[in-house]
């Protein structure tokens, strides 16, 4: 082998390589061939109740958590009229920095109503850091179908226990028609 | 710090295996801790008296069957205590209880505002098993008091005991027995305490949490920052808990000399004034005669221009919430810049003799008598002074004292007030302005503590009285004000004819040394003795003055809101440094924007004459203390003052030596009202304007009534439950009128607390001729 020339043995390699199958992934054009893992840690979901409330409860314990300190939770009081959550509390303010976020999942861990979790979604790059602080509004899941976006009232009958419980399935015609009311004092301005 | 000398009997146990020597009397719990052992405990508070009610706190003792509860076992010679350490019967009982404990417990820490924070948390987690062999159904309540969650209590009778032996209020009560065990309130008695905050913070569970700060942090969030309580002069050490540049809630700090770790309501709750409504730019009045906004350059030089061009006519009112520092710049100010000794923080009613009792007997006096000494006295005499509505730590340390049954306390006072039965005073009713026979007539000694309240300025002959009684029977005197700036605008000098630390304008020598320190010429310093506040204020309505730079004043203090109104008025020129728009905003020429309390460092002087330095606990406002915005005025009129930081300040205060000429003690005497006088003081809680934006504190305060004597009711054909009127030549105040155990011929009303604007309605002082009428229609 050591009476090859070095050059002959340089090109081999080059050579060789021209027969192997390519690694190379086409990214973003055919990103679908290869999603990532289930149980890839993405850009951070807030789930709601079957009805559409929040299961958030502002309780902080996520913010606790975080190794980098990317959470911020305010909580405040849910009222009779802008009930948020089921029970007497729920998140205000809800920001996670991107910036400082290392993706760890320690945060969706200790959430206690499972209100925390994390998507596949990685695409999280953009061009301010302003808009890498993700409010509540960018975090909040999408509304299903049978939900209806908070603030409303729980449904009728019900307690906060019903909610952990499984007991709720969908949103009630009560439930929608005060979101539906509640968005025609708002478009009208009137009360 | 006082050192007591007594010796102190020892005694001799083990725990855990150590030998330890601990005074006799000592808790087995407090013997622990000083070998670094920690005994799980709910219901132990070293202030409180035993009551062995949670059993969290069991050990061995070698001898005894059963674990017994070390926070009400006081130690024995000889005794071999074991705590979870070196026992397993230990370890295990505290498991057994921390398991019941739990039981019914909700375990709702995700909304609880005490997670994080808990006692309960950390004790299950160090001294409780990691699962519950509970599986049926917890307890649940209703809920009927908004912050109580009484299913989280742990039935340890903090709040309770609080209530009943430190308060003395019985606002909090056990109720029921066994799982139903609660607290709870009862019906047919008020909540009513100035001290329910303190409950909220002893509560080792969240059973009992505050309004204000519901579900709006967590410990972690907070950075906490030790400050001096701004709102009277009791000088309660608080710590101030910041999120991002706000305060979130205010708690008792433990300072065993002062406050030890209680605190007052208004102190805790009354913070909004720091977040809303605030000032933020200077404002300048323009020609059009609207104030608009201007930048500091151009405010600074229109306030230094205007004040130059009235050289010679200006005088300066400087209310009594400020830092002894800012105080100190204020008066330096006045006497170094302006060249006038027209200066005066006495917003509230004075006199001549209360000029020459402060000059005399408090400033530069250093640290009086303390609370340890009113702990310790046999005989507390209270004159115009009301404990509990005027520096609550008084009250406190008082019924401590009392409880103890070696001090007695008596009041020269309009009536009985709840604040006297905890202290169970005797009461010497007295009609307001006749306090000067009440107290000459008390036969007093050396181990009697005589306390002052700031309305005995409105009595002629008092502070004389009160001087000379101290003088003859050796007993000691203290002056107790209300504001927490008080002693040390005292201190520095915010008075005329006074110098820093006590010494007298017209003493040549001081005078020298003070245009020294403030590196002036000597003949820039006025000569004579200046005019009051009330004098001040005479003198601008009939417009002899050409311009007045006022801070901090809240014109409803002042004796009568109308005429100092008209004062501003017909002053030409008006600069005033605000912390929020006031009237006075309206008048003045040029607003400039200053810090408050929690957004500077700086030192109040308590009524003890104990300074209480604190650092700046908002940083993120960037406001600038009164002494950097008249350090900027000056520059601006060319007398450079330096920085004036809190440092230079402080450092400036403290080259005042104490004064070899001190201003004659007064010599005043009594002139008795003839006719029927008012007695008023302000409650804790009423409408004072640090006070706004808090309603749950504003819920607390007492009820706004006129209080009198049956008979003299009788004499004006009231009866209780009647509107009166009570009148002066200046207007009338329509109350309910409520029947008090005190003296004939006086009637009393809360100063400033809801339809009683005593100053802004009667423009009247304590001891002052009121007529009363039934009446005002029903
Ligand atoms: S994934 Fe980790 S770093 Fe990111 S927010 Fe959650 S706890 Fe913080
Ligand atoms: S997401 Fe979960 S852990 Fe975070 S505040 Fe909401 S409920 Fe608490
Ligand atoms: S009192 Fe303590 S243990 Fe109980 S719910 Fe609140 S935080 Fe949790
Ligand atoms: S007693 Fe006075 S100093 Fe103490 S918290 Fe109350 S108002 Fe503040
Ligand atoms: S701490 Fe000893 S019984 Fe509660």
């Known amino acids: 082998m050591s009476r090859v020339p070095q050059i002959v043995r340089g090109f081999w390699v080059t050579f060789s390589t021209m027969f192997k199958k390519p690694n190379t992934e086409n990214y973003p054009e055919q990103k679908d061939k290869y999603p990532p893992k289930p149980r890839f840690h993405g850009r951070h979901q807030l789930n709601r109740h079957p009805d559409g409330l929040e299961k958030c409860i502002g309780c902080e314990l996520c913010a606790w958590a975080c190794p980098a300190d990317a959470i911020l939770v305010e909580g405040a009081d849910n009222t009779e009229e802008e009930r948020f959550s089921p029970g007497e509390r729920y998140g205000r303010v809800y920001q996670i920095n991107y910036l400082r976020c290392i993706f760890c999942g320690l945060c969706i861990e200790v959430c206690p109503t499972r209100a925390l979790t994390m998507t596949n979604e990685f695409e999280l790059a953009d061009q301010t850091r302003e808009s890498l602080i993700f409010e509540k509004q960018d975090l909040l899941g999408p509304l299903m179908p049978n939900m209806v976006a908070a603030p409303h009232s729980m449904v009728e009958g019900t307690s906060e226990r019903d909610y952990y419980q499984g007991k709720i399935s969908r949103a009630t015609d009560a439930q929608i028609a005060e979101v539906a009311a509640r968005a025609g004092i708002n478009a009208n301005g009137q009360v | ?778």
């Open chain 2, 1 to 778: 710090m006082t050192i007591d000398n007594t010796p102190v009997e020892l005694v001799t146990l083990t725990i855990d295996d150590i030998e330890v020597q601990v005074p006799k009397g000592t808790l087995i719990i407090r013997a622990a801790e000083q070998l670094g052992v920690q005994v799980p405990r709910f219901c132990d508070h070293p202030l409180l008296d035993p009551v062995a009610a949670c059993r969290a706190c069991l050990v061995e003792i070698e001898g005894q069957a059963k674990p017994q509860p070390s926070c009400a076992m006081t130690v024995a010679e000889g005794m071999k205590v074991r705590t979870q350490v070196s026992s397993v019967m230990a370890d295990e009982a505290q498991k057994g209880v921390m398991e019941f404990l739990l039981i019914n417990h909700p375990l709702d820490c995700p909304v609880c505002d005490k997670g994080g924070e808990c006692p309960l948390q950390n004790q299950a987690m160090t001294n409780g098993r990691g699962e519950s062999r509970f599986d049926g159904e917890k307890r649940e309540f209703e809920k009927p008091i908004n912050v109580s969650d009484r299913e989280r209590c742990v039935s340890c009778a903090r709040c309770t005991r609080f209530a009943d032996q430190v308060a003395g209020d019985p606002m909090i009560a056990l109720l029921e027995r066994g799982s139903q065990q609660q607290v709870g309130i009862s019906d047919d008695q008020p909540f009513d305490s100035y001290f329910s905050g303190n409950t909220i913070q002893i509560c080792p569970v969240g059973a009992l949490t505050s309004a204000k700060y519901r579900f709006r942090s967590r410990p972690f969030d907070l950075v906490s920052v030790p400050t001096t309580c701004e709102h009277c002069a009791s000088g309660c050490s608080l710590r101030t808990d910041i999120r991002r540049g706000n305060v979130m809630r205010r708690l008792a700090w433990d300072d065993p000399q002062v406050n030890e770790e209680w605190n007052c309501d208004k102190g805790r709750f009354a913070f909004p004034y720091v977040q809303e409504g605030r000032l933020n730019q200077p404002l300048v009045r323009g020609e059009d005669g609207l104030l608009h906004p201007a930048s500091w350059t151009e405010a600074i030089d229109v306030a230094a221009k205007g004040l130059a061009a009235a050289s010679g006519a200006t005088a300066v009112l400087a209310g009594g919430r400020h830092t002894v520092e800012d105080a100190y710049a204020i008066s330096k100010f006045a006497r170094a810049v302006l060249g006038t000794d027209d200066v005066d923080f006495r917003s509230r009613p004075h006199s001549t003799e209360e000029t020459q009792f402060l000059s005399s007997v408090v400033a530069g006096s250093g640290l009086g008598v303390t609370y340890a000494d009113l702990e310790k006295a046999a005989h507390v005499v209270l004159v115009a002074f009301e404990p509990e509505d005027e520096s609550p730590m008084i009250q406190l340390r008082l019924r401590k004292a009392v409880r103890r049954g070696r001090t007695k306390v008596t009041a020269i006072t309009s009536h009985v007030t709840s604040g006297n039965k905890k202290l169970n005073a005797t009461v010497i009713a007295t009609a307001a302005g006749h306090e000067v026979s009440a107290l000459s007539e008390l036969a007093l000694d050396a181990n009697t503590i005589i306390l002052v309240g700031e309305r005995a300025a409105s009595v002629t002959g008092l502070l004389t009285a009160a001087t000379k009684k101290a003088k003859e029977s050796g007993a000691k005197l203290a002056w107790v004000p209300r504001r927490a700036g008080d002693r040390g605008a005292v201190d520095a000098g915010l008075l005329p004819g006074l110098l820093p630390n006590g010494n007298s304008l017209t003493d040549s020598s001081a005078r020298e040394k003070a245009a020294d320190i403030w590196n002036v010429e000597n003949n820039t310093l006025p000569f004579a003795a200046g005019r009051d506040f009330g004098a001040i204020v005479h003198a601008a309505v009939n417009g002899e003055l050409k311009a007045l730079l006022i801070t901090s004043v809240d014109v409803e203090d002042t004796q009568h809101s109308a005429s100092t109104l008209q004062a501003i008025e017909n002053t030409p020129f008006v600069v005033s440094l605000e912390i929020r728009p006031s009237s006075i905003t309206e008048l003045a020429n040029v607003v400039l924007p200053v810090a408050v309390v929690t957004e500077k460092s700086g030192t109040f002087i308590d009524w003890e004459g104990r300074p209480r330095n604190f650092g700046q606990a908002i940083r993120e406002h960037n406001k600038l203390t009164d002494g950097r915005v008249l350090a900027m005025i000056a520059d601006a009129m060319d007398v450079l003052l330096g920085q004036q930081d809190v440092a230079q300040l402080r450092a400036e205060l403290a080259q005042f030596a104490a004064p070899t000429n001190r201003v004659d003690a007064p010599s005043h005497g009594a002139d008795v009202p003839n006719g029927l006088t008012l007695s008023t003081w302000n409650q804790l809680i009423d409408d004072g304007a640090l006070q706004e934006g808090e309603p749950f504190l504003a819920a607390t305060s007492r009820n706004v009534i006129a209080g009198l004597n049956s008979k003299t009711a009788a004499a004006h054909s009231i009866a209780e439950g009647d509107l009166i009127e009570i009148s002066t030549s200046l207007g009338s105040i329509t109350v309910e009128a409520i029947f008090v155990d005190g003296a004939e011929n006086t009637v009393w009303l809360p100063t400033n607390s809801g339809e009683s604007k005593v100053r802004t309605n009667l423009g009247a002082a304590h001891g002052n001729i009121v007529t009363i009428k039934r009446g005002g229609g029903q």
